[in-house]
Every structure is written in structure tokens, then in C-alpha cells.
């Protein structure tokens, strides 16, 4: 029997691949199998994210964002909770201009900027702490 470690590593490379081939559909259903299989992994959330994001999911795309947000802070992980982040700001940014386009999508512009401060104050407070105990 495989343990959750070698099924994710498994679903994470078909995920890839995936993701490569530009099949995001399928990419969400392994990145999924695989943060099933380690859900409180540092690295899993962000390549859900942007899969869910590619697959036209942006809504959903910015919630498993922001919980991999939070769980790379919480595991102390600033630069990956950075850069998710920075993914937020783009997806958030790619929406509203896919708004004033007039093509219709699910956004949820208050709550990704809720979001968004919240993991930024999050790692404001991390650094300074960190830089007042060095």
C-alpha cells in the first residue's frame, strides 16, 4: 500500500504534466488528490491555485490561495506566502480587468482584498518580530 507521501509525489508529477499540457481541468482534480493526501503541504496550495485560476475558477482559485497563505505563515514559510500573495494580486487584478471588458466571471473583489491585507499585515508583523529578535 502506497502511503499519503508517495500518492501525492504520484499525483503532484501527473498534476505537472497536466498543467503543461494546459489540461488545468485535470491538473485541479491530482493537485486536489494530492493536497488530500497532504493538506497542510507548504507547496501544494499555490499550483491548485493558479490551476483553478487557468481553469477559469477565479473565486475559488483565491480561497485555496489565501488558506495556503496562511499555512505557509503559520509553518513560518514568508517567501512562499509572498509569493502567493503575488498571485493574488494578479488574478484579483486580471478580474476586475476582465470585468470592465464586460465578459461576465465570479469574482469576489471585497473578499480577495480582505485577503490580501490580511496576509500582508501577517507578514509585516513576521518580519518586524523577526527583525526585532535578531
Not at 10 to 29: I, N, R, W
Amino acid at each position: 500500500m502506497k502511503s499519503n507521501s508517495q500518492f501525492s509525489h504520484g499525483s503532484l508529477k501527473l498534476a505537472d504534466y497536466y498543467m503543461q499540457a494546459g489540461l488545468f481541468s485535470e491538473a485541479v482534480t491530482m493537485y486536489r488528490e494530492a493536497l488530500r493526501a497532504e493538506p497542510m503541504s507548504n507547496t501544494l496550495y499555490l499550483p491548485l491555485g493558479l490551476a483553478l485560476y487557468k481553469s477559469g475558477q477565479e473565486s475559488i482559485a483565491l480561497e485555496i490561495l489565501y488558506r495556503g497563505g496562511i499555512i505557509c505563515l503559520r509553518n513560518g514559510k514568508l517567501t512562499r506566502a509572498q509569493k502567493i500573495h503575488d498571485e493574488m494580486k494578479s488574478i484579483d487584478k486580471t478580474a476586475r480587468t476582465t470585468l470592465l471588458l464586460g465578459k461576465e466571471i465570479q469574482s469576489r473583489s471585497v473578499l480577495s482584498l480582505y485577503i490580501k491585507s490580511q496576509i500582508t499585515q501577517s507578514i509585516d508583523a513576521l518580519t518586524r518580530y523577526e527583525n526585532t529578535n535578531n
